[in-house]
């Protein structure tokens, strides 16, 4: 009898074996945005009260590069700015940031930021709140 | 018993080095050889039309259709590259590494091709002044990787690649069709 | 006596089954050139070409699965949605493209990242090269990275003077997805961000 047990359990480690070498099959959630991304859409997102989209573009564009990004891709027609850098001294680590601008009202843009941290979409508030805060320096400078 | 499996060895060791023979010159690479204009009207279609940013929009949902993802568009020039990553791993190879190892008494794990990308690279220009007949060049090419083995005590790291230029005429064909129907237009070999 | 005997005959028996079974199942391991786990959670064929064509029924589920016919004219809009739908998901967007009507963008899942420790080149991985040109014949490191890309390529094309149709397609490990779930649930947030309702394809 233990000598039965002993060989189903090779077997069935043998089995538990072959699974962990199956491709990994995409969740049901795989395109579906997960709480924590819903929940930091509002800290994510801020309105600034500037003239048009390309002043604002351009605005954020001088805030990232205050920061040490390297700009990707800048759409103006859709207000898409994309740009990376390393989390210096460390250059293991990466660091991407997606910016659109959207028109909300007249004079009144809104700044929506997604930062990504090694792959990883950043949830803590803090992140989005410093961002900001450049942005607006950036953005407010050229009044000045 | 001993000779005929050194012999084997050998003969399967060769297989795979016979690649590495020939090296080509620079100056021979900037040439065009014989196959080129018959590689040209595989690839080519013209189209009789205005719309080359139609066009270039009904290539990426065709590209999509075919599993592929956009990857690059530069709209001035008319360039759009579409890549799609699969797995490519053969059943032929596997037997072969198998035999491979066997026959060197367990001292060589021959890489095999586990990774491929798959690209279509595609232009579309016009081809008159007046810009009423656009030409559509699209180029299916792909890059394989192999996975890690073993020589003895050294260990092959992972990564080797390899890269083919697809030249299968019914690819082509069956790519330019689908095009056709998409954008309504019949397209014309030269 | 007897009783003994036909005892120890049944488990001789089910321990050959069992035994066989392992047999085969290691042979069929060994046959294949003794793969690696890893090398076990790439699909395998007879010939790695099949993959660039699709065969013409998969096509054509897939289209139904991943379009969604929308009772608008807004190019600029969708577009606008979908970038916000992708910025939901966590994507990082690479092409951007208002009169070509496409949107495409990448991330990456940790599917492969190594359990212990960490590899330094796992997040340097530049995966934008086509071929990787190094001194040494050989890549290292970021190899094991590439399946953890997912892709996604969303196209916004008219299809008649009052609709347009929005096809989003997904790659995940070496795969295309599928599965008609996580486009529904794609296409729900779509649908949030426009204040629209898709309508299927027919």
Redesign the interface.
């Known amino acids: 009898m233990t000598r039965r047990a002993v060989w189903e359990s090779i077997v069935l480690a043998g089995v538990l074996l072959v699974q962990g070498c199956v491709a990994p099959q995409p969740s049901q959630d795989l395109l579906a945005p997960t709480e924590a991304q819903m929940k930091i859409r509002s800290v994510q997102t801020r309105a600034f009260d500037v003239k048009d989209r390309q002043l604002a573009m351009r605005g954020v564009i001088a805030a990232l590069q205050d920061l040490g990004f390297i700009i990707e891709r800048a759409n103006e027609p859709l207000g898409l700015v994309t740009a990376a850098r390393f989390a210096e001294p460390n250059f293991y680590d990466v660091l991407g940031v997606t910016v659109t601008v959207r028109p909300q009202a007249e004079g009144r843009m809104l700044i929506r930021a997604n930062a990504i941290y090694n792959n990883k979409p950043i949830e803590d508030p803090k992140v989005y709140q410093n961002f900001f805060a450049t942005l607006e320096r950036s953005l407010f400078i050229a009044k000045e | 018993m001993r000779r005929a499996l050194l012999a084997g060895a050998c003969l399967v060791l060769s297989s795979q080095l016979a690649g590495c023979i020939t090296h080509t010159q620079p100056e021979e690479l900037f040439q065009l050889t014989a196959e080129s204009p018959r590689n040209k009207a595989m690839q080519t279609r013209f189209f009789e039309t205005k719309d080359e ?1 139609e066009l ?3 290539s ?2 065709v590209l ?10 530069v ?1 001035d020039v008319g360039f759009l590259r ?17 035999f491979a ?1 066997f026959l060197s008494l367990g001292k060589f ?2 890489p ?8 279509a690279m595609l232009i579309a220009r016009p081809i008159n002044p007046e810009a009423t007949r656009q030409e559509v060049r699209i180029m ?1 090419y ?4 192999k ?1 890690d083995g073993q020589a003895d005590r050294q260990h ?6 390899k ?1 083919e230029m ?1 030249r ?1 005429p019914v ?1 082509y064909q ?1 790519f330019f069709a689908k095009l056709s129907k998409a954008v309504f237009l019949e397209a014309f070999t030269l | 006596m007897l009783h003994n005997h036909r005892h120890m005959s049944r488990r001789l028996s089910t321990i050959s089954r069992s035994g066989g079974l392992l047999l085969v199942a290691g042979l069929c391991l060994l046959l294949q050139g003794c793969p690696t786990p890893y090398e076990l959670r790439h699909q395998a064929q007879w010939d790695s070409r099949e993959q660039i064509w699709l065969s013409e029924e998969s096509q054509v589920k897939l289209r139904v699965a991943q379009s969604r016919v929308f009772d608008t004219t807004d190019r600029r809009r969708t577009l606008e949605a979908a970038v916000d739908t992708m910025q939901d998901l966590g994507f990082m967007v690479e092409v951007l493209d208002e009169q070509l009507g496409m949107v495409s963008g990448k991330k990456f899942e940790p599917l492969e990242r190594p359990s212990i420790g960490t590899d330094p080149y796992y997040h340097l991985y530049d995966d934008q090269s086509l071929l990787i040109f190094t001194k040494s014949y050989h890549t290292w490191g970021p190899f094991w990275h590439r399946s953890d890309l997912v892709r996604l390529t969303i196209t916004v094309r008219k299809r008649n003077d009052t609709q347009l149709v929005v096809r989003a397609s997904a790659q995940y490990y070496l795969r295309a997805v599928e599965d008609p779930a996580p486009y529904q649930k794609f296409f729900r947030t779509l649908e949030q961000a426009l204040f629209l309702q898709g309508q299927l394809v027919e």
């Open positions: 940013t270039l929009s009904a990426a949902a999509q259709d075919l599993g592929f993802q956009v990857e690059e568009s709209q579409a890549t799609k990553e699969r797995s490519a791993r053969e059943y032929g190879q596997d037997i072969g590494r198998f190892f794990i021959m095999v091709d586990l990774h491929q990308r798959i690209a299916f792909r890059v394989v990787w996975g092959i790291p992972p990564g080797q690649q890269m697809l299968d690819m069956q």
